[in-house]
């Protein structure tokens, strides 16, 4: 881990009361402040934690950063972890509460839809993090600069940017925000404090998802609410956006509503398929299969991947298991790269009917 600087307040150069803003031209501090509220907003920014308090899971990340803020000990920091889990939640909840209404002058913020070559580090950051802050009860407090998507900077703005977090360390923090932490240069690594965001557990995705359901007023009996954890994955920005398409297209939010709208296939589904590949002969399966996909609107992609995970739960010898997942990883792989559906649907069955082959060798 990185050290901890304690340099949050810093006197101004000559020890004035400085008023002078930071770079602000162009879009370059622009922090995203609760939308107003709508029946279009779409509710993961109407949701959006606005408070370190609102960020659900990840308790002793949050409170080990609010800590170190509060403190006047705030590190630079490296925050790293899979989509919808609250890393920019974070930081913005945190820059909300250092900075109050001086937010705008104080953050730059740079995302995915900004360049992220080295001219941006060497003008825009650099031009922000040169500037003066603005003062905070007689002392200029450090401006925060993040850079959401770091993993998608280049290498030598990457390079560019270890000397600029060096030179402005005095009056600036960094903040980096990534899915891909190997995509960060170990220069830049080891010069923040790493922060790993895991998918949040199913406990936690409820309880939110919870929040929003009744302040929403809506329908969700327990199979629909079951049904969206388990499709969110631990991504809370996914749980609520299929909580909101799903509230669209239908009145009450059941297992069978967010299935359909997300176009996944039901496990009922999955459990006949399976049903049909290990039980049926070539033919019927293919058409029951096909007859299936084309009623409900479902990916063959899909279709396998579900497969592949119900396979699992399905005794039979590993030699066998491992086989028939090998398969239908190459099934899955070919479908990505736009391959024959029905040629695949056909690799599919014949892998089942090898595993059945072997399974009724093993006598089981
Ligand atoms: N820990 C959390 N607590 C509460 N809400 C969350 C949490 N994580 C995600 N969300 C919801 O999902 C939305 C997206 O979260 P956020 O932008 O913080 O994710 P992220 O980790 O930065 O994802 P990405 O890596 O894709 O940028 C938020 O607006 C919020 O509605
Ligand atoms: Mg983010």
């Known amino acids: 881990m990185a050290k901890v600087i304690d340099v949050m307040d810093i006197d101004?150069?000559?020890g004035n009361f400085n008023s002078a803003?930071?770079?602000?031209?162009?879009?370059?501090?622009?922090?995203?402040?609760?939308?107003?509220?709508?029946r279009a907003t779409p509710w993961v920014e109407k949701y959006r934690p606005q408070s370190l308090d609102d960020v659900?899971?990840?308790?002793?990340?949050?409170?080990?950063?609010?800590?170190?803020?509060?403190?006047?000990r705030l590190p630079h920091l490296l925050l790293y972890g899979p989509p919808g889990t609250g890393k920019t939640s974070t930081v913005l909840a945190m820059a909300r509460k250092l900075?109050?209404?001086?937010?705008?002058?104080?953050?730059?913020?740079?995302?995915?839809?900004?360049?992220?070559?080295?001219?941006?580090?060497?003008?825009?950051?650099?031009?922000?993090?040169?500037?003066?802050?603005?003062?905070?009860?007689?002392?200029?407090?450090?401006?925060?600069v993040l850079l959401d998507e770091a993993d998608a900077m280049t290498k030598d703005a990457q390079f560019a940017l270890r000397r600029v977090i060096e030179k402005y360390t005095k009056s600036n923090r960094f903040a980096l925000i990534c899915n891909n932490v190997n995509k960060i240069i170990p220069a830049l690594q080891s010069r923040c404090t790493r922060f790993r965001f895991a998918p949040l557990d199913a406990v936690h995705v409820r309880?939110?998802?919870?929040?929003?359901?009744?302040?929403?007023?809506?329908?969700v009996p327990e199979n629909g609410?079951?049904?969206?954890?388990?499709?969110?994955?631990?991504?809370?920005?996914?749980?609520?956006?299929?909580?909101?398409?799903?509230?669209?297209?239908?009145?009450q939010i059941t297992e069978e509503a967010v299935y359909l709208c997300t176009g996944n296939p039901l496990p009922k589904d999955i459990e006949q398929i399976s049903h049909w590949l290990l039980n049926e002969p070539f033919t019927t399966s293919s058409q029951r299969i096909s007859e299936m996909k084309t009623r409900k609107g479902l990916a063959l992609v899909d279709i396998v991947r579900e497969v592949t995970m119900f396979v699992f739960k399905i005794k039979m010898p590993p030699a066998v298991r491992i086989?028939?997942?090998?398969?239908?990883?190459?099934?899955?792989?070919?479908l990505s790269m736009a391959c024959n559906d029905k040629l695949q649907l056909g690799s599919l069955i014949a892998a089942f009917t090898r595993a059945r082959g072997s399974l009724v060798a093993a006598g089981t």
Do not use: W
């Open 12 to 14: 101004d150069d000559n």
């Open 56 to 72: 659900a899971a990840h308790r002793d990340i949050v409170e080990t950063i609010d800590r170190l803020a509060s403190g006047n």
């Open 99 to 144: 900075y109050g209404n001086k937010l705008q002058n104080m953050v730059l913020e740079l995302n995915a839809s900004d360049d992220r070559g080295i001219d941006v580090v060497r003008q825009q950051i650099q031009d922000f993090a040169s500037t003066q802050s603005i003062s905070f009860g007689g002392k200029s407090a450090v401006k925060l």
């Open 21 to 38: 803003k930071p770079n602000l031209k162009g879009k370059n501090v622009v922090v995203s402040a609760a939308p107003p509220d709508t």
């Open 207 to 219: 309880d939110r998802l919870r929040h929003v359901i009744e302040s929403e007023g809506l329908d």
């Open 323 to 334: 086989q028939l997942i090998n398969d239908m990883a190459d099934i899955e792989y070919r």
């Open 225 to 251: 609410m079951k049904a969206l954890v388990q499709l969110s994955n631990g991504d809370m920005r996914k749980a609520l956006n299929i909580l909101q398409s799903t509230h669209m297209a239908c009145q």
